[in-house]
């Protein structure tokens, strides 16, 4: 008697399987569910893992193709001039950090622990340099630092160009990255260790030395760990503001684009690539940690008005916006004058002529059409892929190596990324080689290259919803897209709505995979602005940054619009 009242009170999935083996019976929508992990892990190994290995046995090989083992990487090294490059990186990546990380922990301090006004319009400015890319803060520091920059006699006599330039202009440009994983970090603060303390007179002071720095020690590593990564393999701004001070990621380019360098190329990559796979496996790490330390019964903490605190940190969130609405309203008033610093008439000139007549438009045109393939394709993909491996049944040996290769593309540069997709893709050997020079190529790099995030944000919606939707949807024979499409994309369309925006901001501003993939018919905005500075064309260059910052700004209004109409209806249900 005890069986089948056992039986009756397991879950439904299990009490259908056969008495004979135990096991579950497998529907034929189990089946596409299968065939569809297995495709998921291929897709990932052939446009992720293949390019990275292909680089791999590039950086062992001479250019006939022998096996020369380390010899690249000796004979690299033994150059002083690509030797320096080195040094360099590292003094840079170590400088922003160094700068980046109290300034961005001192911003979010004010945001999660003062009462000063207007916080979140403080915050929504903090992200203004995510909407362009990273070499616009470049081009905006030269038109304020540089020979005729408005102050340049701030510098002393030095040069803009050089380490100077691009320590602070990629201070500019990590500045929000660091800053959301801090506020993150501050806003799991325990409530109660602050009333504690503060019921035996601790001053505020010893509360921070005591309770704060530790309690945000892992978003503080984290985040110096992403601030020095970003800087180690961004492109854009060293090839803008560099001058001749040299850097890895610019290394990589004269020797892929300049002397076709291939095989020396690989090596340099690799280099970048040790870094980044550093950072990643100690960020994965503390994570972990980090998750481990959270307590159920923890309270938020609430801030107290305090009048001389609330007005400092009010003063400090309104200079660091306002410098950053500085570099940014710099680059977009160079658009409109005529030629600088001779004749500041305002013109649409650089729109019309140096964008519309000269045939540049077309790139930003092109990058409008590759971030909508990349959202499109971008939701199916990835959502899809974590909506398989964390809610579907069977193929369990498949589901541990789908998660690993998706964590990869998060410690993997563009750089990199882009060289690997040269190499495997250019390949004459390869099948796959006619998407080399297409749109879908751009589409697939960049779709890879964010992958990452994109997945996290969709594993954590899809952890949210019990398992019991699946399960009794299993029990009645519903197959598993039914119940994706009527319960899993209505309860989980906040998060697909923030994967959408993420993928079309990033797709409008990426420049470091495609500038190696990119042909002639798809040259996109972000490399057009690239190419526009290096012909000494500051005006259109400013134009495009320009009209890429207001796109991706009219994309985030849209969001915030279809995030508060489509929620009010797919999630109805919320309010019964």
């Not at 081009?139 to 006699?153: N, P, R």
């Not at 921070?208 to 503080?220: D, E, N, R, V």
């Not at 409109?336 to 008439?345: G, V």
């Not at 910052?549 to 279809?562: F, G």
Request: net charge positive; charged share 10%.
């Amino acid at each position: 008697m005890s069986r089948p009242a056992t039986l009756g009170a397991m879950p439904l999935p299990v009490a259908t399987a056969t008495a004979a083996g135990g096991r579950q019976q497998s529907h034929w929508h189990d089946r596409i569910a299968h065939g569809l992990l297995l495709l998921v892990c291929a897709g990932l190994a052939v446009f992720l893992l293949m390019p990275v290995l292909t680089i791999l046995v590039q950086s062992v090989q001479d250019k006939d193709g022998a096996f020369v083992g380390l010899r690249q990487f000796t004979e690299y090294m033994a150059t002083p001039a690509l030797r320096q490059s080195v040094f360099n990186t590292l003094l840079v990546a170590v400088s922003v950090t160094l700068l980046v990380i109290p300034a961005a922990f001192t911003f979010a301090y004010a945001l999660t622990r003062s009462m000063m006004p207007f916080k979140r319009f403080f915050r929504t400015l903090s992200l203004i340099p995510i909407l362009a890319p990273s070499l616009l803060a470049a081009i905006s520091f030269i038109q304020w630092f540089g020979t005729q920059g408005v102050l340049k006699g701030l510098l002393g006599g030095a040069s803009i160009y050089g380490p100077i330039g691009i320590i602070i202009s990629e201070c500019y440009a990590v500045f929000p990255h660091a800053l959301m994983i801090l506020i993150t970090a501050l806003s799991l603060a325990d409530g109660r260790l602050y009333e504690v303390a503060e019921s035996l007179g601790t001053s505020r002071l010893r509360k921070f030395h005591t309770i704060t720095l530790p309690g945000a020690k892992y978003g503080l590593i984290s985040a110096a760990l992403v601030v020095f990564t970003f800087t180690v393999n961004d492109f854009g701004v060293p090839k803008v503001i560099g001058g001749d001070f040299n850097v890895l990621a610019i290394d990589v380019y004269q020797l892929v684009i300049g002397q076709q360098n291939f095989n020396k190329g690989a090596v340099v990559s690799l280099l970048l690539l040790l870094p980044a796979l550093m950072a990643f496996a100690v960020d994965f790490t503390i994570r972990r940690k980090l998750q481990s330390q959270l307590s159920a019964r923890a309270v938020p903490f609430v801030p107290k008005p305090h009048h001389m605190f609330d007005s400092l940190m009010f003063c400090y969130c309104a200079t660091v916006c306002l410098l950053l609405l500085a570099v940014l309203g710099m680059a977009v008033y160079t658009s409109f004058i005529k030629l600088w610093p001779y004749n500041l008439t305002l013109v649409w000139d650089h729109y019309y002529f140096g964008l519309v007549q000269d045939g540049i438009l077309e790139s930003y045109f092109n990058s409008l059409r590759l971030a909508a393939y990349v959202v499109a394709s971008g939701i199916v993909l990835i959502f899809g892929s974590a909506y398989l491996v964390e809610k579907t049944r069977g193929m369990d040996a498949a589901r541990p190596v789908i998660r690993l290769l998706a964590m990869l593309p998060m410690g993997v540069p563009g750089l990199v990324l882009g060289l690997g997709y040269i190499m495997f893709f250019n390949h004459p050997a390869n099948p796959l080689g006619f998407l080399y020079g297409s749109m879908a190529i751009l589409v697939l790099s960049t779709v890879v290259h964010y992958f990452t995030s994109s997945y996290l944000t969709a594993v954590t919606a899809l952890k949210a919803i019990d398992n019991e939707f699946e399960a009794v949807s299993a029990s009645l024979k519903v197959p598993f897209y039914k119940t994706f499409m009527r319960v899993t994309v209505p309860v989980c369309l906040p998060a697909i709505l923030d994967i959408g925006r993420y993928l079309f901001i990033n797709a409008m501003t990426t420049i470091s995979a495609v500038v190696f993939l990119y042909s002639p018919d798809t040259t996109l905005a972000s490399v057009a602005l690239l190419n526009l500075e290096a012909e000494g064309k500051i005006g259109p260059a400013a134009a495009m940054g320009t009209l890429i910052v207001l796109t991706s700004a009219i994309v985030c209004l849209l969001y915030a619009l279809a995030t508060r109409v489509l929620l009010k209806k797919a999630q109805r249900w919320r309010r019964c």
